[in-house]
């Protein structure tokens, strides 16, 4: 019988991003002075974000690691990386960069 294992997170370490201690969620959540609805594939890009599945990722990329990815599909530190991951948002007044 041939098992496998999984191979190392790519990027080397998986990400997650996942609030376990309730009292820090509730901490979180009550810090948030806006919401913002997202469509299905921002709902889905979240969701890959915060579960590690965009490792080595920690957030959506900024204009330096989209520039990277859209001209060597690459990040800055030469992850091979071939899909920017953004958050498009029509209207960013209020929001941290």
């Given at each position: 019988?041939?098992?496998?294992?999984?191979?190392?997170?790519?990027?080397?370490?998986?990400?997650?991003?996942?609030?376990?201690?309730?009292?820090?969620?509730?901490?979180?959540?009550?810090?948030?002075v806006r919401t913002v609805d997202l469509n299905e594939?921002?709902?889905?890009?979240?969701?890959?974000?915060?579960?590690?599945?965009?490792?080595?990722?920690?957030?959506?990329?900024?204009?330096r690691q989209y520039n990277s990815v859209v001209?060597?599909?690459?990040?800055?530190?030469?992850?091979?990386?071939?899909?920017?991951?953004?958050?498009?948002?029509?209207?960013?007044?209020?929001?941290?960069?």
């Amino acid at each position: 019988t041939r098992t496998t294992s999984a191979g190392a997170p790519h990027g080397g370490a998986l990400v997650d991003l996942v609030v376990k201690d309730a009292a820090q969620a509730r901490a979180l959540a009550g810090a948030c002075v806006r919401t913002v609805d997202l469509n299905e594939r921002q709902a889905c890009d979240v969701f890959c974000l915060v579960n590690g599945a965009f490792s080595p990722l920690t957030g959506f990329m900024d204009e330096r690691q989209y520039n990277s990815v859209v001209s060597s599909m690459r990040l800055p530190e030469k992850q091979l990386f071939g899909l920017p991951v953004t958050l498009d948002m029509k209207d960013v007044s209020g929001l941290k960069e």
